[in-house]
Structure formats: structure tokens, C-alpha cells
């Protein structure tokens, strides 16, 4: 029994892929890969992956390298998108050609109102994956971005390897895992590493290395540096004293 | 712009909710009806026995093994009890004084019900909102700790992702309109 044409078929996937192009557009802005798509972009986009990234970098120029780390990054977020969106077309398609069939089979038509309940249901469960990749990468990117920032300021510092921390955003929503990674027992100061001893992958639930990526999607802690001299007042970022070494202290201790 | 989001939220999850409480009202009011047609039922059978002099030394309390019905809510016990005063009223002589009588007992049974479904809305929904996703905040530690490029970047993260998923909405009702045309062109679809 037939279902849907094949030329049918390939205008939904078209529908769908420009949905997916138009919302890449919006999450990544004007990279090279979506500027061959853009004749039905009519606006920029107020904030994107690189704003995000330029933000966390303290807003300077970003160099040659960092403009590189901004590429790989826009680069594997557009591949997360591209491959949701291959995956929702495929099965709407198949879906609506599903839905399609079966009538036929009956000798009825189907109604618009079953068709976009087949769309919706396909629909919901790319929302929620788009969701987890904007929060994902969103987090991953303004991480990224505080670590070129944080590289940048110990080269000028002379540091190789520096100590840094994470600033946890201290509510409700602190998570466990965050608070577990990056504060000490007291819950108040924060937890220094070396930057050498930060994971650049996604981070395992129970690993005991946080991730410059981020702890989980949309983490809210931020990536920082501490200075030589400096350490912590009541969690608050101080100086402590010539020569005094957060990290020591804190290894010293634990 | 995010209050009002958080408000849409809040307001679904309320309605969410009430269909909740509605299907668990109306579930409880049928396990409750069953239960007193059981419960009828096993005392029907218990009298016919005491009548027919059998009820032998078991020592059964017939209503003893209602024991796990008896944890209906309090709202389909009321439903109960609504329903038998509206039949006994329906049965009732107009004008007459046990009319008049039956009818203040439901009034105020009503009165008790609506307080009943009002206090479970109201618990219901405080739970809801202390479980709900709490405003997007900076806590003190962060705000100074963090400096103003990182608290940007933090609120840029936030923004990004609610644009992103509310442009998901609007291209999405695109795609759906898009995907209708062709299967119309392809005359799949009736009307």
C-alpha cells in the first residue's frame, strides 16, 4: 500500500530541516555552514554561542587560537543539532507515512488534526533533546571561554599551571554534585584545583575531577582563577598574604 | 520576560494539577461508590445469615473486611453522603419540613466539600510551587565573587537557551503548517 510520494516525503523533510536550520542559526549564529542557508534569515540573532563565549572571555578580541576554540566549538554544537535533526525528520516522515498507510489500508483519509498530533508527538521529544543540547553547549561554551580568559591571564602572569576554582551560584537549584566538586566540607569555601587536574570532557556523575565543560547541562557554576596571595574569607575571594598558596593550604589540610 | 514565563509555567502546572485532582476526585468517588455497594452488599448477606440463624461462631465482622476500603478520601465519603441526601431529598415531599431539613444538611455538606477541595487545592499547590523551578538568581557569594563579565555570561546562558526554546515553539507551528500543505497538496488529507 502506498503512503506518502516520495517527492511528499522530501518536502516535509525540507520543512523540517529548515526549522532545525532556522533554530541552529538562532543557538550558533552566522557560522560558515549555515551562511549557504541564510536567504530566509532575515535577522541576526540578539544572542548566541560566540556572545557567550566572547562574554565569558571578559569581552576582548578573541586571538588566533581562541578564535579556533570558538570554531571547534560552534563546529560540534551545529554537528549535535544537525544530527537531532536529521533523527526528528526521519521520524516524522516515517511517522506521517505510518499514519498515512494505515488509513489507506481502511480506505479512509486521514485529518489534520491526527497529522499534527503525529508532529507533535515527534516534536516533544526534539524539544526536549534541543533543550539538553542548548544547555549542554551553553554551559560548555561560557566554561571554554572563562578557561581561554583564565589561560590567557596566567601567561601573563607567568603561571604555567594555575590554581583555579568554581564560583557555584549559592541557591536552592546548587546541586549536589556541584557543591560536592567544587566546596569544601564547610560548604563555604570554594574548592581550588590545578588547572591541569580539570577534566576538558563531560563530566561522569561521581567522578572526582570536575569538568571545565560544565558538572551537567545548564551548570551555573563558573570557571575562575585565584591568584597568587589570594585565597578565601568566609567563601569570599581575598588577599591572604605575599606568597601565601590557596592550594597548598587547601591539599595540606584534605 | 522571565517572571512571565515562569508565570505560563506555574499557571499549566496549576492546570495540570486541578485536571489531576479531578481525575483522582472522580477515581475516588467511583472506588468509593463500589466500596458501599460492597460494603451493602456483605451486610445484606450478614442480616439474611443472622435471619436464617447461621451465623455459626466465626466471630466475622463482616464490616472488618471492608478494613482496606475504609481509606477512601475524605471527599468521596462526602460524595457518599451527598448522594444519599440528594436521592432521600428527591424522594421527599415538597414544601414539606423534612424536605426543608434535608436540605440545609446538604447545603452544608456542600459548604464542607467545597471548604475539603478548596484546603487539598490549596496544599497541593504550595507543594507544587516549592517543587517548581525557582527564578533565575545570583546568589550573594556569586555576586561577588563572579565578575561582571561572568555574571553576563551566566544571564546570556539563560537568555540563550529560553529564546532558543521559544523560537522552537514558533518554528515548530511553521513546520507543522509546512508539513499539512504538502500532505493537502498530495490530496492525503479530508475536508
Not at chain 1, 31 to 46: E, V, Y
Request: charged fraction near 25%; charge should be neutral; proline fraction near 3%.
Amino acid at each position: 500500500m502506498y503512503g506518502i510520494s516520495s517527492s511528499g516525503k522530501e518536502a516535509i523533510e525540507i520543512a523540517i530541516s529548515k526549522m532545525f536550520d532556522s533554530l541552529a542559526y538562532k543557538f550558533l549564529g552566522n557560522i560558515p555552514k549555515l551562511r549557504d542557508k541564510s536567504p530566509f534569515f532575515s535577522s541576526s540573532p540578539k544572542f548566541s554561542l560566540a556572545h557567550i563565549f566572547i562574554q565569558a572571555m571578559n569581552n576582548k578580541e578573541p586571538n588566533y587560537f581562541e578564535r579556533d576554540v570558538l570554531r571547534g566549538i560552534l563546529n560540534s554544537s551545529y554537528g549535535y543539532v544537525e544530527g537531532l535533526k536529521n533523527r526528528t525528520s526521519s521520524n516524522i516522515v516515517e511517522s506521517v507515512d505510518a499514519l498515512v498507510r494505515e488509513a489507506k489500508t481502511k480506505g479512509e483519509s486521514i485529518s489534520s488534526v491526527q497529522v499534527a498530533e503525529v508532529i507533535s508527538v515527534g516534536m516533544e521529544k526534539a524539544k526536549s533533546d534541543m533543550k539538553l543540547i542548548a544547555e549542554a553547549e551553553t554551559t560548555k561554551t561560557r566554561n571554554l571561554g572563562h578557561a581561554m580568559d583564565i589561560a590567557s591571564k596566567a601567561e601573563q602572569q607567568g603561571i604555567e599551571d594555575p590554581t583555579v576554582f568554581f564560583i557555584v551560584v549559592r541557591d536552592g537549584l546548587l546541586c549536589s554534585e556541584c557543591k560536592h566538586l567544587h566546596m569544601l566540607e564547610d560548604g563555604v569555601t570554594p574548592r581550588v584545583f590545578k588547572m591541569s587536574e580539570v577534566s576538558m570532557g563531560w563530566h561522569k556523575r561521581g567522578d572526582d575531577r570536575p569538568s571545565a565543560c560544565g558538572e551537567h547541562p545548564f551548570c551555573r557554576c563558573s570557571y575562575s582563577m585565584l591568584s597568587p596571595g589570594w585565597g578565601f574569607r568566609a567563601g569570599f575571594v581575598s588577599f591572604i598574604g605575599e606568597g601565601y598558596d590557596e592550594y597548598k593550604k587547601q591539599r595540606e589540610t584534605t | 520576560m522571565k517572571n512571565q514565563d515562569w508565570k505560563l509555567k506555574y499557571q499549566d502546572l496549576k492546570l495540570k494539577f486541578h485536571d489531576a485532582v479531578d481525575v483522582s476526585f472522580r477515581l475516588g468517588y467511583e472506588a468509593g461508590a463500589q466500596g458501599a455497594q460492597l460494603q451493602q452488599a456483605q451486610q445484606d448477606q450478614a442480616a439474611a445469615q443472622a435471619q436464617a440463624g447461621q451465623m455459626g461462631g466465626t466471630g466475622e465482622d463482616p464490616n472488618a473486611q471492608m478494613e482496606p476500603g475504609a481509606d477512601q478520601s475524605d471527599g468521596s465519603e462526602l460524595d457518599q453522603h451527598i448522594g444519599t441526601l440528594e436521592g432521600m431529598l428527591n424522594q421527599s415531599k415538597p414544601g414539606s419540613p423534612e424536605q426543608a431539613g434535608l436540605k440545609k444538611s446538604l447545603d452544608f455538606l456542600f459548604g464542607l466539600k467545597q471548604k475539603h477541595e478548596l484546603r487539598k487545592s490549596e496544599q497541593a499547590i504550595k507543594a507544587i510551587g516549592k517543587a517548581m523551578k525557582a527564578p533565575f538568581t545570583l546568589g550573594k557569594a556569586a555576586t561577588k565573587n563572579l565578575s561582571e563579565s561572568g555574571k553576563k555570561a551566566l544571564s546570556m546562558q539563560e537568555q540563550i537557551v529560553a529564546d532558543l526554546m521559544k523560537s522552537m515553539d514558533e518554528e515548530e507551528a511553521k513546520a507543522k503548517e509546512a508539513i499539512t500543505k504538502t500532505l493537502n497538496l498530495e490530496q492525503l488529507i479530508k475536508g
